[in-house]
């Protein structure tokens, strides 16, 4: 039976690959030092007797008994607000907490797959975004704590993979939506279905001209299980070209929940990306990869998902 270890794992993320790692039948180690991550998301595994939970968090050192197959390395916050937040802690675990997940990973010869980022790609002057492209981040934004982790990161994986032979592969994820995104956790999903359950203005920053490109839970969730035990070790972008204008976006949800909602207008945060869809070329010659859920079926049963949240 293959060990995982999935730092990160009581996240929005963390769980479901919880989930799917235990339906492949590994044995699952999720580490979490809950900042935003949340138990509730993996109470339902904590019984199983191939599952255990380590309160820890990653950016000190991390100390596991017994042999390791495969890192899941996917603790980070990951929201705006939650980095914007916490900038500090966002920092030290893109950077000393993926250098603690490379070196156990060597020390156990186990393959470590790191989650990146789109934000990696900053406000992108290539549209759409392949694999190739060196990015324009801004790194002494407000943003850059998150993406010059998430850049340093790659840089250290990519150096454990060519100086010490680790088996790494490297996931640039694009905007990601589902159950168990925490309600408040600020990203445009849970903020703007919360708001039109809640019959309260949508609140659209910017003109709304900006686009991001959303993909479900699940779909990600395969391609990362597929590139992790693919060769690939480059960074391999993972998202859907359902690409979306923020207002048409907010419209859609409105539409979706039935809400009587308006629309108002708040300001642009600093550097927030104009443009945003993967060129996912890669995804689908390497891996094999496509996403199966349509926009309108994903957001639907994300909107389920939080209509019983609003009631418990
Ligand atoms: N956004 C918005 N209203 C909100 C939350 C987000 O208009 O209440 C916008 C945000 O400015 C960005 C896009 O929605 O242009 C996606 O934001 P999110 O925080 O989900 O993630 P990002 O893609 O910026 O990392």
């Known amino acids: 039976m293959p060990r995982t270890l999935i730092t990160g794992g009581a996240g929005f993320l963390g769980s479901h690959l919880c989930e799917r790692f235990l339906a492949e039948g590994h044995e699952v180690v999720c580490m979490d030092n809950l900042i935003t991550g949340n138990k509730k998301n993996i109470e339902h595994l904590l019984e199983r007797d191939d599952f255990e939970f380590v309160l820890h968090d990653v950016s000190k050192h991390i100390e596991l008994e017994g042999p390791l197959d495969y890192i899941m390395h996917f603790a980070s916050p990951a929201s705006p607000i939650d980095y914007l ?84 592969r490297i996931v640039r994820i694009f905007n990601t939506y589902g159950p168990r995104m925490r309600l408040d956790d600020g990203r445009v999903v849970p903020a703007f279905v919360d708001q039109a359950l809640k019959g309260r203005p949508l609140t659209v920053f910017g003109d709304g001209s900006q686009t991001r490109s959303f993909c479900y839970c699940s779909d990600l969730i395969d391609g990362i299980y597929r590139l992790l035990m693919s060769d690939e070790v480059m960074p391999t972008n993972i998202g859907t070209e359902f690409e979306y204008t923020i207002l ?65």
Not at 115 to 124: K, L
Not at 136 to 164: Q, S
Not at 264 to 291: F, H, M, N, S
Request: proline residues 8%; contains cysteine; glycine residues 8%.
């Open 85 to 168: 937040k916490i900038p500090i802690p966002t920092l030290k675990v893109g950077s000393l907490g993926t250098h603690n997940a490379l070196g156990l990973a060597m020390s156990k010869g186990a393959r470590l797959l790191l989650a990146s980022t789109s934000e990696v790609y900053g406000d992108p002057q290539v549209h759409p975004q392949p694999e190739e492209y060196w990015g324009n981040v801004n790194p002494v934004g407000p943003r850059g704590c998150y993406d010059e982790a998430k850049r340093f990161a790659e840089a250290i994986t990519m150096a454990y993979h060519r100086h010490h032979g680790v088996e790494t």
């Open 248 to 312: 048409d976006f907010a419209k859609l949800i409105i539409e979706l929940t039935g809400s009587q909602s308006e629309i108002i207008y708040k300001e642009l945060p600093q550097d927030d990306p104009k443009t945003r869809r993967p060129d996912t070329a890669k995804a689908r010659r390497v891996l094999g990869w496509e996403p199966q859920v349509p926009i309108k079926e994903g957001l639907r049963r994300t909107i389920e998902h939080f209509k019983n949240c609003a009631v418990t």
